[in-house]
């Protein structure tokens, strides 16, 4: 296959033929396998697939049912999952593959959550053939221009979008993008609110991506949080806060009880963030400094009430001055009458723990299994 591809010019029996010539070069890299045949499928036969691909193997042998798509949204993969595969000849084993030019991660995701194999152009695919095959690659580069998203994830306007949805205490709930829209102004530290077009944008994103579900007399609703708030977390840019490295002599009950304050006084825009409201979340990764989120407007309150100075190094406190406040989306409150500056929302400080370094991933996973999973299946999204 040449390294390049014009996808524009390919459509119909040409991308077939690309597609064909590509599973035959992925095929004939397993050394093993002798005597596999892949063709295009029979005109006049009804075998559900536009290419067939034989493979014997010690106990019998199996089909590979290729499905060739020019482009696929992942919101319309779950149709073309329920198509019924029935190949001639009766094999042993019957694996659908999805073939495109460009298979985007989430599509690969969908496919591997429906039984089915992928592969594309490039050579990138997860071909599994059930105790005989498995073929796997992923990173090599696309043969042609992928193509950009309608909505970027990583911008703190979407964001504000997909804390609302992710968030816990919203698990369920039954959204219009006029209600989406309207739910931040109801909130006690009133955050900034997406515009109703904003909303428009990355609600048509997320349905063609299938992390949300569109009810056909209007509304939707998450579907997939895990998916969802991992490409959120791939997306994220932890390194836009400002940081700013502080050293104070208050230790204990009277650094929590200067906290707390901080946390009356700003009006709830001040939390802990990061390790530190993981520590409270899911206790697992033990640090030794304070982590703190503060707007902008209270940094020198902060400052003054932890008795706080800057430092070049030996720091015990940092503090991230938000590049968006909706950080401070359903900030962690804790138990009632606890008197205690309010933690980050757990899907605020899972994304902000996983990009902080050192053991963050490890801290993060205990958030996700400790206090995200254990609600979402309540709520029966997972």
């Excluded at 993969?77 to 460009?102: C, I, Q, R, W």
């Excluded at 306007?157 to 919203?170: F, K, P, S, W």
């Amino acid at each position: 296959m040449v390294t390049s591809v014009n996808i524009e010019t390919l459509s119909g029996h040409a991308l077939e033929r690309a597609l064909k010539d590509k599973l035959s070069e992925l095929l004939g890299g397993v050394t093993w396998l002798r005597n596999w045949q892949v063709e295009h499928a029979a005109k006049g036969r009804d075998h559900g697939c536009d290419l067939l691909a034989t493979l014997p193997l010690p106990d019998g042998k199996a089909a590979l049912c290729i499905e060739c798509k020019k482009e696929l949204r992942p919101s319309a993969f779950p149709t073309l999952a329920e198509k019924k595969l029935s190949p001639p000849g009766h094999p042993y084993v019957v694996v659908p593959v999805l073939a495109m030019p460009f298979v985007s991660p989430r599509l690969a995701d969908l496919c591997v959550q429906k039984g089915w194999s992928w592969y594309d152009l490039a050579g990138n695919c997860r071909i599994d053939v059930p105790n005989a095959i498995h073929l796997e690659y992923h990173g090599r580069v696309p043969v042609h221009s992928r193509p950009r998203p309608a909505a970027n994830l990583s911008t703190p306007e979407a964001g504000r979008v997909i804390r609302a949805l992710l968030a816990t205490e919203n698990s369920g709930n039954r959204w219009t993008q006029r209600s989406m829209e309207m739910h931040f102004g109801d909130l006690q530290n009133r955050p900034p609110k997406p515009s109703l077009g904003l909303v428009n944008k990355v609600v048509r994103y997320l349905q063609d991506e299938a992390f949300i579900e569109v009810f056909p007399e209007g509304g939707f609703r998450l579907s997939d949080p895990l998916k969802l708030l991992f490409a959120w977390r791939d997306a994220y840019r932890f390194d836009r806060h400002e940081r700013r490295d502080y050293f104070t002599l208050l230790q204990g009950k009277r650094l929590r009880d200067a906290l707390a304050d901080v946390g009356l006084e700003s009006g709830g825009f001040a939390a802990y963030a990061v390790f530190s409201a993981a520590d409270f979340q899911a206790p697992h990764v033990r640090q030794p400094k304070t982590w703190i989120y503060v707007g902008r407007n209270y940094l020198s309150v902060l400052t003054e009430r932890i008795e706080a100075k800057p430092v070049d190094s030996g720091d015990n406190v940092t503090i991230l001055i938000p590049d968006d406040d909706g950080v401070f989306y359903m900030a962690d409150a804790g138990t009632v009458g606890e008197h205690r500056l309010a933690c980050t929302n757990p899907v605020q400080t899972y994304v902000d723990v996983y990009h902080s370094g050192g053991r963050g991933q490890e801290a993060a996973e205990a958030i996700l299994e400790q206090r995200l999973k254990p609600e979402w299946k309540r709520s029966g999204l997972l």
